[in-house]
Every structure is written in structure tokens, then in C-alpha cells.
């Protein structure tokens, strides 16, 4: 049988806030788990700078990762281009690449 029981702690024992369903002399097994005193924005408080740490480390992580890339000689990139565009079978000229470019910044 499982029960969750809250307990005070007080000169080196436990006493259940609640009466219990047991014999007298039976044994039985702890988890003790201490409940915050800390209010919920409190907790969240102390827990902010992991989060912000983890989520730094997230980003290393992504730089790493990106600054790892095996990096491609020029023949290799051009093969890539040629490939890409044969693949989409479309034709653009030289000024409307620059159109599309400068179109943003308008």
C-alpha cells in the first residue's frame, strides 16, 4: 500500500500531520522529500541562473556545432550551386538577383 503522508520532524522523529491506516509495530518505508518554505516566485528566483545557464550552454552548443561544419573548398561549393540550380531547372538573370537583394533594405 502507497500513501503520501506529510510529517513534521521534531527532536529526531517524524510525526505524521494525519493518522495513519497502520498496526501498532508495523514496519514501513521513508522517501522523505522537505518541502520549500520559499515562496513560488522565490523558487523561481534560485532557479533563473540554471536556466539561464542552461540556455547558454544550449547556444555554445549550437555555435560549436556550426563552427564545426567541415568547411568546403571553392570547386566543392560551386559543384553544390550548379547542382542546387539544375535541380530547380529555373532561370535568373544577374539584375534581378540584385533587384531581390537590394529589395529589403528599401
Do not use: C, F, H
Request: glycine share 2%; charged share 40%; no cysteine.
Amino acid at each position: 500500500m502507497l500513501q503520501k503522508v506529510r510529517a513534521r520532524y521534531s527532536e529526531g522523529s517524524l510525526t505524521p500531520l494525519t493518522p495513519l491506516d497502520l498496526s501498532e509495530g508495523e514496519i514501513v518505508s521513508l522517501t522523505v522529500e522537505v518541502e520549500s518554505k520559499l515562496s513560488k516566485e522565490e523558487r523561481a528566483e534560485k532557479v533563473k541562473p540554471a536556466a539561464d545557464l542552461w540556455t547558454e550552454q544550449e547556444d555554445l552548443e549550437r555555435i560549436r556545432r556550426a563552427v564545426n561544419v567541415p568547411k568546403l573548398s571553392t570547386n566543392e561549393w560551386l559543384e553544390k550551386v550548379r547542382k542546387r540550380k539544375e535541380a530547380s531547372r529555373t532561370r535568373i538573370t544577374a539584375a534581378e538577383i540584385l533587384e531581390a537583394r537590394d529589395a529589403d533594405r528599401k
